[in-house]
C-alpha cells in the first residue's frame, strides 16, 4: 500500500536559520497528491500547503514545497524560521482514486531563540 | 464555515470495554475518517467513509468498528479496550477526494 516516510522525528534550530523537513514517499500510482499538515501544540492538524503538479513549487505562509515525482519527495521549507514555527509537521499523500489519506510519522520543529 | 465535534473529549474506560467515539461535521462533506494518533508513529487511518452507508477499512481497524448512518456523522466504536492503553482519536472530513482535510478537536482515551 501507500506509504509516507518523514526521517527526522525532532528537528531543533535557531531563530532565523532555514528550515527543510523531509518527506518521501511510495505509491503505485502515477498522480499523487502530497500535503503539508502543520499541528501547534494542543490544536489540531491544518493543511498548509498541497500540490499534485510534478516539478512545480507551491508556497503558503512563508513555506514552500516542490513535488518531484523523479525521486518520490515533498520536502518542506523555510528561508527563515521563527519562534511560530515550532509545531509538529505532518506529510501525508492521497493517490489513485485519492480518498485513502496516509500520514507519516510526524516531525517535531523546535526553534531556539 | 463549518465545524467538526467529536464527544467526548475525555474518555476513561476499563480494560475490556467496549468504547464509542461520536463524530459530527456540519460542513456538508462526503468523506468522513477516523485517525489515531500516538506519539512517534503519527496519525494512523483506522476506517473512512466515502458517503453514507459507506465504510472502508484502514491500516490500523483490528480491533474497531464504525458507523456512518448519515452523511453528517461517523462513530467509531473501541471494540475490546486494552490495558493502559492512551491515544488521541482524531475525527476528519473533506468535499470528496484530493480536498484539504478538516480535523475536530479529537478524544483522548485512557484505559485503566
Known amino acids: 500500500g501507500d506509504s509516507v516516510t518523514q526521517t527526522e522525528g525532532l528537528v531543533t534550530l535557531t531563530e532565523g536559520l532555514p528550515v527543510m523537513l523531509n518527506c518521501t514517499y511510495q505509491?503505485?500510482?502515477?498522480?499523487?497528491?502530497l500535503f503539508w499538515y502543520v499541528q501547534h501544540l494542543n490544536e489540531s492538524p491544518r493543511l498548509l500547503l498541497k500540490s499534485f503538479t510534478d516539478n512545480k513549487r507551491t508556497e503558503h505562509q512563508g513555506f514552500h514545497a516542490t513535488l518531484h515525482k523523479s525521486s518520490s519527495s515533498f520536502h518542506l521549507q523555510k528561508s527563515s524560521a521563527q519562534l511560530s514555527d515550532s509545531a509538529l509537521y505532518y506529510c501525508a499523500l492521497s493517490a489513485g482514486m485519492g480518498y485513502k489519506l496516509t500520514f507519516g510519522t510526524g516531525t517535531s520543529l523546535l526553534v531556539d531563540p | 464555515g463549518g465545524i467538526i465535534t467529536q464527544t467526548p473529549k475525555f474518555l476513561i474506560g476499563q480494560e475490556g470495554q467496549k468504547l464509542t467515539l461520536k463524530c459530527q461535521q456540519n460542513?456538508?462533506?462526503?468523506?468522513m475518517y477516523w485517525y489515531r494518533q500516538d506519539s512517534g508513529k503519527g496519525l494512523r487511518l483506522i476506517y473512512y467513509s466515502i458517503t453514507e452507508n459507506d465504510l472502508q477499512k484502514g491500516d490500523l481497524s483490528e480491533g474497531y468498528d464504525a458507523s456512518r448512518e448519515k452523511k453528517s456523522s461517523f462513530s467509531l466504536t473501541v471494540t475490546s479496550a486494552q490495558k493502559n492503553e492512551m491515544a488521541v482519536f482524531l475525527c476528519?472530513?473533506?468535499?470528496?477526494?484530493?480536498?484539504?482535510?478538516?480535523f475536530g478537536a479529537g478524544t483522548r482515551l485512557s484505559v485503566l
Open positions: 476528519a472530513s473533506r468535499l470528496g477526494s484530493q480536498n484539504t482535510l478538516y
Open positions: 460542513f456538508n462533506h462526503d468523506t
Open positions: 505509491t503505485i500510482y502515477s498522480n499523487p497528491f
